[in-house]
């Protein structure tokens, strides 16, 4: 059975876009931070309002982009990775959204994959998730 080349990128362009806006609002280099209230801009921007907590992890060596290639739904990552949560100040409203930096401990990763990307980052900071 042949599948139309359209009908074949419809269906692989779903998964793009959520694993770009999950590597968007998740994963960083350590380059490219700033502070919790300049890296959350494009976030807040998209929403169009402050995002009351985001978590972010720092992936230095490009380890992260191969995490769901295992085919499995939920995955926890062989590897220790940095991470920050970024808390809403509440005080602050948008576009001027100001955000506290919390680093916390390396730890293993625990997300979910859909397609092969990652979908969705299990809550890291306030415990198991």
Known sequence: ????????????????????????????????WQSCSSNMRNIN?????????????????NQFSTICSSGEKFVTSNS??????????????????????QPLQARNIKIQCANGYPVHLYNLAKGPG
């Open 80 to 101: 220790v990775f940095d991470i920050v949560d970024c808390t809403h100040d509440r005080r602050s409203r948008y576009p001027d959204c100001v955000y506290q930096d």
């Open 1 to 32: 059975m042949k599948i139309p080349t359209a009908a074949f990128l419809l269906v692989l362009l779903p998964a793009a876009v959520l694993s770009l806006s999950f590597f968007g609002k998740h994963v960083v280099s350590v380059n490219s």
């Open 45 to 61: 921007n998209v929403i169009g309002q402050c995002k009351d907590i985001n978590t972010f992890i720092f992936d230095p060596q």
